[in-house]
């Protein structure tokens, strides 16, 4: 079975630094596009980031471009979110989410972690 377990979250001032991980299991991890999604209490779940199967090409979402920077280790079969210059906004649960095509992730099709919690202090 399809396993996808984060880490590394926890509580960080506003302006520091964070990584996450993403270990998957019982897939072809090369084979699959991975991205980071997050969502805050009473909002919609919102994407992040985006890698390609190779890690050649990433794609950010607005509000957090040129501050996170999403990266994978296919010999580790693990995924990483690179966080820094911290914002309260970006306070959330984040999750890590795999997929066989970039059109399909996030949607019914995808695998989905279950999730670490950022916090960021202002």
């Known amino acids: 079975q399809v396993q996808l377990v984060e880490s590394g979250g926890g509580l960080v001032q506003a302006g520091g630094s964070l990584r996450l991980s993403c270990a998957a299991s019982?897939?072809?991890?090369?084979?699959?596009?991975m991205g980071w999604y997050r969502q805050a209490p009473g909002k919609e779940r919102e994407w992040v980031a985006a890698i390609s199967t190779r890690g050649v090409t990433t794609y950010y979402g607005d509000p957090v471009k040129g501050r996170f920077s999403v990266s994978r280790d296919n010999a580790k079969n693990t995924l990483y979110l690179q966080m820094s210059s911290l914002k309260s906004e970006d306070t959330a649960v984040y999750y890590c989410?795999?997929?066989?095509?970039?059109?399909?992730?996030?949607?019914?099709?995808?695998?989905w972690g279950q999730g670490t919690q950022v916090t960021v202090s202002s």
């Open positions: 019982g897939l072809t991890f090369g084979n699959y596009v």
């Open positions: 989410a795999a997929d066989t095509l970039l059109s399909r992730l996030g949607g019914t099709t995808t695998y």
